[in-house]
């Protein structure tokens, strides 16, 4: 099988790396240890920078700090038209050096540049003001009860206090957004924890952040590994709120630590394995086109990418010859490089993980339609792989794993699929193509899913919330619903006439 372009020598990046400490209280600094660790270039394996590594007394300082913010103030003290006017002047920074923040997410994560310029960033940027002004900052309030008795009962809807978030690789910034946003918006400060492999966007941005005006400790980045920095935050006593996205083990993981230690609550945002069901009265075009993006999207990189394909036995045929053919269409390469679709995957670890379930897949018994193989001879590339006649309960079906790799199923009615599609501990998103009202009334109501995107797919607008089923997650992030995760409710009860007994 051949790919659409030639493997050539890497591009240089248009940028330089400006920050590689740790963002503490406000300033730059080096980790404790005076430890540092090699952030890759995915294209090649080559260091790209060292960065400080944080450890526990970082992540120490970091709480302290942000605790201090938070205590003293002045975040949840300041009006919170004044803390929507920095978030807004923040966005309005990321727009002006968008194409810089595009160029290191690239060089960091591998990601096409065109993708995170283009559809990305502006997601970042929308998302902060979607919670600043014009979104939640100055539009959080609580209500007036109707309670029994001479009360006046009203809630307060009150900041819970230091936030700590754990963030994965694949989407560094829009990860950064979905938890820094409505964490701030909401008057709480933050101690953010970036992934090992790409470490460096979050604080390039977060240098902007203080720019536009952001008080010192109010927001702390923290480059490190999980064992350690990752770990340190979950169970740390002063920490009042876990946020985490990443793999569902070690999504079990920090709700352990976070039980251990102070109980604080914690919301998950973890793995997938979606379905993306093509009906036999589907637009069979479309559904290839978006089916393909559903999966190879950001290299297969997405928690909710649709890695199970059912589609009706009466279009399977000619779904299958189309799917194949866009993905030896789909144009891998340098992700700098114009037109380039699909870059290299994250580093070493994923990719040899990739290569082995792909081998699974051909000994299992799979269709091999397409790939299969590593790209060029250098960096982590994986050819677009299309596995059709795909069984329920080969590996490839079963396991998340996070790479451009379709696997194609047939089904013959609605009842067998929707148990099929749930037959799965996960529950993130699913995708549903039909030109019936009715399928598609029925498909949404039955899928075990925190989102079903009907005739489309990857539609991530700050507005619409996002979480999981079973073991995908807990909770859900944007939107309105990502208020209730950083807001403690408290019930104010006030005799109408004193004293009331
Ligand atoms: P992946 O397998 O995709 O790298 P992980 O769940 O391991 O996903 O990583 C997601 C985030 O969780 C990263 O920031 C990582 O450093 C962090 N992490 C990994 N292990 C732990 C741990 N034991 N405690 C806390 N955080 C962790």
């Known amino acids: 099988f051949s790919t659409a372009v030639a493997f050539e020598e890497p591009i240089t990046p248009p940028v330089q790396i400006d920050y590689t400490q740790l963002l503490i209280n406000g300033q730059f600094v080096d980790s404790t240890s005076g430890k540092k660790f090699p952030t890759l270039d995915p294209r090649t394996g080559d260091v790209i920078a060292h960065v400080a590594e944080g450890e526990a007394e970082d992540v120490n300082q970091a709480v302290s700090a942000a605790r201090k913010a938070f205590d003293e103030g002045p975040w949840p003290k300041m ?3 004044e803390r929507s006017r920095i978030m807004l002047r923040f966005a309005d920074l990321l727009e002006k050096h968008s194409d810089h923040i595009a160029a290191l997410e690239t060089w960091d994560n591998g990601k096409p540049y065109e993708q995170a310029a283009n559809e990305e960033i502006p997601l970042l940027i929308r998302l902060f003001r979607y919670y600043a002004g014009r979104g939640w900052a100055d539009k959080i309030h609580g209500l007036t009860v109707p309670a029994d008795g001479p009360y006046h009962v009203q809630t307060l809807h ?6 700590g978030q754990i963030i994965p690789w694949n989407f560094p910034l829009l990860m950064y957004a979905w938890k820094v946003g409505p964490a701030l918006a909401c008057g709480n400060t933050v101690v953010l924890k970036t992934a090992e492999q790409t470490p460096l966007s979050a604080l390039y941005v977060s240098k902007l952040f203080h720019e536009a005006g952001l008080p010192p400790g109010v927001l702390n980045v923290i480059s490190g590994f999980g064992p350690t920095a990752g770990a340190a935050l ?3 006593m002063d920490v009042d709120k876990l946020a985490f996205t990443g793999s569902t083990d070690t999504g079990k993981i920090v709700l352990g630590l976070a039980a251990k230690s102070n109980l604080k609550p914690v919301t998950l945002e973890l793995g997938g394995k979606s379905p993306v ?3 036999e ?7 290839v086109e978006l089916a393909h993006l559903a999966l190879f999207f950001n290299q297969g990189q997405c928690c909710c990418a649709g890695s199970r394909t059912f589609v009706h036995e009466r279009v399977y045929d000619e779904f299958i010859e189309k799917a194949k053919a866009l993905a030896l269409k789909r144009v891998v390469g340098d992700p700098f490089k114009k037109g380039v679709e699909q870059g290299p995957q994250i580093d070493s670890e994923q990719f040899k993980k990739i290569l082995k379930y792909i081998r699974s897949g051909i000994e299992g018994g799979a269709t091999l339609e397409s790939g299969g193989e590593r790209f060029g001879s250098k960096g982590y590339y994986i050819q677009p792989t299309v596995f059709s006649n795909v069984q329920d309960n080969m590996l490839i079906a079963k396991d998340e794993i996070f790479g451009p790799v379709q696997s194609i199923l047939k089904f013959k009615d609605l009842d067998e699929v929707i148990r099929r599609a749930n037959m799965t501990r996960y529950g993130l998103a699913a ?6 009202i009715d399928t598609a009334n029925t498909l949404t109501r039955a899928l075990k899913a925190g989102t079903v995107w009907i005739n489309c797919f990857d539609i991530f607008d700050a507005a619409i919330p996002f979480g999981g089923y079973k073991m995908s997650g807990q909770g859900r992030e944007k939107g309105i619903y990502s208020l209730n995760n950083y807001l403690q409710v408290k019930a104010v009860v006030t005799p109408l006439k004193s004293p009331a007994w």
């Open 277 to 279: 069901i093509v009906c």
């Open 281 to 287: 009265d589907a637009d069979v075009d479309t559904a």
């Open 79 to 81: 009006t919170a038209y």
């Open 158 to 163: 009150e900041p819970i206090g230091v936030a």
């Open 234 to 236: 979950a169970s740390h």
């Open 431 to 436: 995708g549903v193509f039909t030109q019936n």
